[in-house]
Structure formats: structure tokens, C-alpha cells
């Protein structure tokens, strides 16, 4: 295996255990903060830290753990955040929700839905004032791009001629309905491209792939100055069931939610379950199934981290 | 000269100082110019001006996201009702960036015309300033007089930080009034323009002009006032206007607001206490500078301490 690939492998690794990790503490109830981890977000999170550059700068919402995870590479910080501790990465400040690190160019996390679109077109225009030659990246989900702030900053991004990718992940869940159960399919390209705006879709969650398509989009918008529309699909590997009277036999939800998922990490039990969207299948497929040997050095160091 | 002129002039003198600064907002370049408010503008090479489209709310996160990405702005608005569409991030959005940025160098200013001037229905109904400033503490500004004018804009429009100044559609047409102010507080949120030993004048929003008109009246029949003008509500400090009320013993209080909730209710509130004419106990929240922070969020009480100070 290449060396830069080992690189990028163990950081979607990073990413995957240190959520484990939090999760079991969440489940143990050591935290009074609202935590929203992003399983399943690990190879688009790792992508977009790989290709940032520097002045580049991240705009997250609240489901921001992964992105954070990713950038700072490190546990402790974001863990001690979480506690309320002075030792968190934001002096306990924000908690989760809002984490941000402007330090590795996060300088803004929303835990408005669409809150946060229109704050990047504010960043990305200064920047384009500064004459910096870099870009904004905004983050958001398929429940975000209902809201009107969606809309009225694609339009501003493009009138403005703002260098930016805005990167929407599609889980296909809002909470524990599934988007076609609640709303109209919604045609993110027709819609983008209605604007002006380029539209990419990306899916399986190779963090390679990501990483070489990021690549190039950067390079495009700050050519181009435009924006580029991305939208990922990826599953959040809830799957737990939900018990109602509408749903006396349980409804399977495949959306992350405090209880799950239910693994034992000594046993390096990392995956959910086999499903070929997880970043982890798609690490393994990689590298052969030797995936155990990768993740129990990683496993020992972050739990070393949070001692 | 015509309050709308003056506070152009001011503003077009302000907007040439900083090297880089955005103005936006919709129609500033074109018709009359949010009538007249932003005609002239000019601006550094660096800086830009831009006729905005119509996204109240995202550009209200436009401006914040420019804040902090060190570059200032002025956001001029037409209305103040049209500034209910940025709530979100006038709460959410101002609350996250000051708990988290210590050392903003940059500023962002929302001017919005208060349109008070009736004929307009519906968006007439809403024309209370500090409604809007009270919803997260921020800062807030009603700008009544040339004073005011001079010193708010050239003071505080492009300061670092975020604040809101408001002008009255209805002073548009008058002459400014040129009365000199005798003494501030620090904040420019309390102003006071006559002192006198008979009665203590406070006005409220943009009822200024009210005010100066009993002052006058007064005078006439030998009566002398106290007048005050209060700016904006949050945070305000009333000790000047107790002692002054405690002098007189005769408090007139003007407020042209709509709403239900008015600032001036609490000023009366706290000269009742203060003159010790009811026995009052106020339950609140003390705001300290950790507010934002994640925290348990009780309201915390002494029931011992309660119980003491009631009186027999």
C-alpha cells in the first residue's frame, strides 16, 4: 500500500473510532451537551481536510463532529470539548453543536438548518475582497436544502462570483423518516443548474475518489469563480427500530441516533453492518481485509488520548 | 438641513474612511435610493458597493460572514419589518460569533427606516427600535437629532462589533433638530438635552420631537425640564434619570412604540423601586459574560432572602 494511501486510510479510521469512542461515553451518559456524530460522513470529511489549502476556510453545520475529527486529527481536544472542560478545543465555549476551530480554517459551525449558508457567502466574499486566491467549502444536509436561505445564498454566491464548493449530504433520513415519506423529491442538479450553478454528484464513499474529484472542483471554482454544488450520498449507520403504535413490529431507522450503534470495540467490531456505502467496506475492499491490523494501534492510541 | 440629508451626509463621510468595507442592500444605487438615504455613496477602490437581491435573511448572514472574515459592512434596508426575515441570525447567528471571537476588528452595522409614518398598513405597525435590539441584547441606536447623528454614526457605524442603527421615515422631510446635548453616557444610549428642576422629560424611540415640544411649552410658562433621549434600550443603566426624577418629583415619559412590551415600562418600573413607592422584587437572569456558554440554565432562586425582604 502506498504510503499516502496508508495516510488517508488510518485517517477515515481515526475518524470512525474516535466517534465509537465518543458514542460509548454518549450511551454511558457522560455528557449533559447534545452530540450530533456523522458515521457514514468519514470519507467526505477526511477528503475535504485533504484538499483544503491553506486560507481555505470550512463552514460546517451542527452535525460537524466528523469535519473536526478530521481536521484537528486528535481526540482529546474535541472530547474535553463535549465535557465542558477548559482543556476542550474551544475553552468549552461552544459544546458541539457550534464547534469550530479557526485554527484549521473552521470558522464557523451552525446548528440552525440553512443558518449557515448565507454566513459563506459572507466569508467567500470576503476573501474575494482580500484577493486571496482560495476558496470557501460549506457544508449542509438534505433537510437544509429545504430551507429558503439555501436558495437565496446559491443566488447571491452566483451573482457574486464567489469561488466556493457547497457540498450537500444526502442521508435520504430526517430523523426517523425517510425524505420520501415526509417530502417531493427534490432535483438538486435541475435546481443548481436552474442558477447557473454546476452540479456533481458523488456516492460510494471511496475517500480517493473524493479526494481527486475535490481536487479538481477547487481548482474550477477559483478559475472559474463560481460556485459548484456537490451532493454526496452516504447512509448514517443508525439502524436501530423504532417502536410505536404506528409501527407495533418496530420500523427500521437507518439514522444515527444516541443508542446506536451497539458494537464492541475490543473486538475491533467497526463496521455497522455490511453495507457497501460504509467507508469502512469500501477501506476494506482497498486493502484486502486486513483491516483488524489497521485499527488496533489507532484503537490504542485515541484511548491512550482520552485516559 | 433635512434630517435625511444630514444623516447622508454623515454616512457618505463615515464609508470613505476604511480601506475595505462592503455596502449592500437592496435598491441603494438605483430609483431614490432607499429614498435618499444612500445617495452619493462612495467607497475605497478596494471596497464595493452592491445593489443586493432581495434575500433579507442571507443578507443578514452575508454580513456576519463578512464580520468575521475581517471585512466591514453596512447593510441598508428599507424597512424594519423586512428585517423580521433576519431573525435567525440576528439571535443565532450574532450569538455564536460573539461567544466565540474575542477580538472581531471588524465590524457589521444594519441600518434599517423605521417606517412610522402610518400610511403604509400594516408594515406600519411595526415601529418599536428596541423590540428588534431586545430580542439578543444587541446594540441599537434611534437616531432623533443632529447630535445623534454626528455622534453615532461617526462613532459607532463602522466600529468593530455588530450593532443595528435605526432612522425614522417620518423626521425624513423635517429639519434636524439642531439641540446640543448637555451630557452622554458612554454607549450613546442615553442623552440628555435640558436639565431642570421641575420636571424630568424621558422619550422613548423616536418621539423626541414630542418631547422638545413640551420643553418649549413649558419654558413658556416658566416651568423648567429635564430632557433625556433614549437611544436604545439594551443594556441600559437609569441612575442619571432616578436622580434627576428624585429632584424634580414629576416624571414625564414619552414612548411612540406599538408594541405591547414597552421600553419605557422599564424605567418606570425602576423609579417606583428606587423612590421605594412599592416594595418590588425582580426575578431574573444575571447576565454575566458566559451567557453563551452551554450551561444548566436554571433560574436560581433564594427563597430565604425573598421572604426577608418582603415588607409587613
Redesign the interface.
Known amino acids: 500500500m502506498a504510503k499516502n494511501s496508508k495516510k488517508i486510510i488510518e485517517q477515515v479510521l481515526q475518524v470512525r473510532l474516535s466517534q465509537m469512542l465518543i458514542n460509548e461515553e454518549y450511551k454511558n451518559g457522560k455528557f ?2 447534545p452530540i450530533h456524530l456523522g458515521f457514514g460522513h468519514e470519507s467526505i470529511s477526511v477528503a475535504v481536510s485533504n484538499i483544503m489549502k491553506k486560507n481555505d ?1 470550512l463552514i460546517l453545520s451542527h452535525r460537524n463532529a466528523s469535519y473536526n475529527l478530521a481536521r484537528i486529527k486528535k481526540l482529546k481536544p474535541i472530547i474535553d470539548e463535549y465535557l ?1 472542560k477548559s482543556s476542550g478545543l ?1 475553552n ?4 458541539s453543536m ?1 464547534l ?1 476551530n479557526p485554527k484549521l480554517g473552521i ?6 438548518l440553512g ?13 474575494k ?2 484577493n486571496k486566491n482560495n476558496i470557501t467549502i460549506v457544508l449542509g444536509g438534505d433537510g437544509s436544502i429545504e430551507e ?2 439555501f436558495y ?2 446559491l ?2 454566491l452566483k ?2 462570483k464567489l469561488s466556493s464548493l457547497i457540498i450537500i449530504e444526502n442521508n435520504e433520513w430526517s430523523m426517523s423518516t425517510k425524505i420520501n415519506e415526509r417530502r417531493h423529491s427534490i432535483d438538486l442538479k435541475k435546481f443548481s443548474n436552474s442558477l447557473g450553478i454546476k452540479y456533481i454528484k458523488m456516492k460510494n464513499n471511496n475517500p480517493f475518489e473524493y479526494i481527486k474529484t475535490l481536487t479538481k472542483l477547487r481548482i474550477q471554482c477559483i478559475k472559474e469563480k463560481t460556485p459548484i454544488v456537490i451532493e454526496v450520498f452516504l447512509s448514517t449507520l443508525g439502524e436501530w427500530k423504532l417502536m410505536t403504535t404506528d409501527f407495533p413490529n418496530g420500523k427500521l431507522i437507518n439514522y444515527h441516533a444516541g443508542p446506536t450503534p451497539s458494537v464492541d470495540l475490543e473486538k475491533c467490531q467497526i463496521k455497522i453492518r455490511e453495507n457497501i456505502d460504509d467507508p469502512i467496506y469500501v477501506i476494506e475492499n482497498e486493502i484486502n481485509g486486513k483491516i483488524e491490523d489497521l485499527v488496533k494501534p489507532i484503537l490504542k492510541k485515541l484511548k491512550s488520548e482520552i485516559k | 438641513m433635512k434630517y435625511l440629508d444630514f444623516i447622508n451626509k454623515q454616512i457618505c463621510k463615515t464609508v470613505l474612511k476604511p480601506k ?1 468595507i ?1 455596502l449592500f442592500g437592496q435598491n441603494i444605487t438605483a430609483g431614490s435610493h432607499l429614498g435618499g438615504l444612500t445617495k452619493k455613496l462612495q467607497v475605497n477602490d ?3 458597493i ?1 445593489n ?2 432581495n ?1 433579507e ?15 466591514s ?1 453596512v447593510f441598508f434596508m428599507k424597512q424594519l419589518d423586512f428585517l423580521l426575515l433576519g431573525i ?2 440576528l439571535v ?2 450574532y450569538n ?2 460573539r ?2 471571537k474575542n477580538d472581531l476588528k471588524s465590524s457589521f452595522t444594519i441600518m434599517p427606516i423605521i417606517v412610522d409614518n402610518g400610511y403604509q398598513g400594516p408594515q406600519s405597525s411595526f415601529n418599536n427600535f428596541a423590540d428588534i435590539c431586545s430580542i439578543a441584547r444587541i446594540p441599537g441606536y434611534a437616531i432623533s437629532t443632529k447630535f445623534e447623528a454626528e455622534k453615532i454614526i461617526s462613532e459607532k457605524l463602522i466600529s468593530p462589533g455588530f450593532r443595528i442603527i435605526g432612522i425614522s421615515q417620518r423626521l425624513f422631510k423635517n429639519e434636524i433638530n439642531e439641540l446640543r446635548a448637555i451630557k452622554r453616557n458612554k454607549n450613546l444610549t442615553l442623552i440628555q438635552y435640558a436639565k431642570g428642576s421641575n420636571v424630568t422629560i424621558v422619550c422613548f424611540n423616536f418621539s423626541f420631537s414630542i418631547g422638545y415640544e413640551l420643553l418649549q411649552k413649558f419654558h413658556e410658562r416658566k416651568i423648567k425640564s429635564s430632557l433625556f433621549n433614549i437611544t436604545s434600550l439594551v443594556p441600559i443603566s437609569w441612575k442619571t434619570i432616578i436622580e434627576d426624577v428624585k429632584k424634580t418629583k414629576n416624571l414625564i415619559v414619552i414612548d411612540d412604540s406599538k408594541s405591547q412590551n414597552v421600553a419605557c415600562d422599564n424605567l418606570i418600573s425602576q423609579i417606583l423601586i428606587n423612590n421605594n413607592l412599592i416594595n418590588v422584587q425582580i426575578i431574573r437572569r444575571s447576565i454575566d459574560d458566559n451567557w ?3 450551561n ?1 440554565d436554571n433560574l436560581e432562586i433564594n427563597v430565604s432572602k425573598i421572604i426577608k425582604k418582603l415588607s409587613n
Not at chain 1, 470558522?107 to 440552525?112: A, K, Q, T
Not at chain 2, 435573511?57 to 471585512?71: P, Q
Open positions: 449533559k451537551i476556510e465542558l474551544m468549552s465555549k461552544t459544546g457550534n469550530i470558522i464557523y459551525s451552525s446548528s440552525i443558518n449557515n449558508f448565507s454566513v459563506a457567502v459572507g466569508v467567500s466574499m470576503a476573501q475582497i482580500s429558503g436561505s437565496e445564498s443566488l447571491m451573482t457574486l | 475595505k462592503v478596494k471596497s464595493k452592491i443586493s437581491t434575500s435573511n442571507s443578507l443578514c448572514g452575508f454580513g456576519f460572514g463578512l464580520m468575521m472574515n475581517n471585512v459592512s435567525d441570525h443565532n447567528t455564536i460569533i461567544s466565540t453563551l456558554k452551554p444548566l
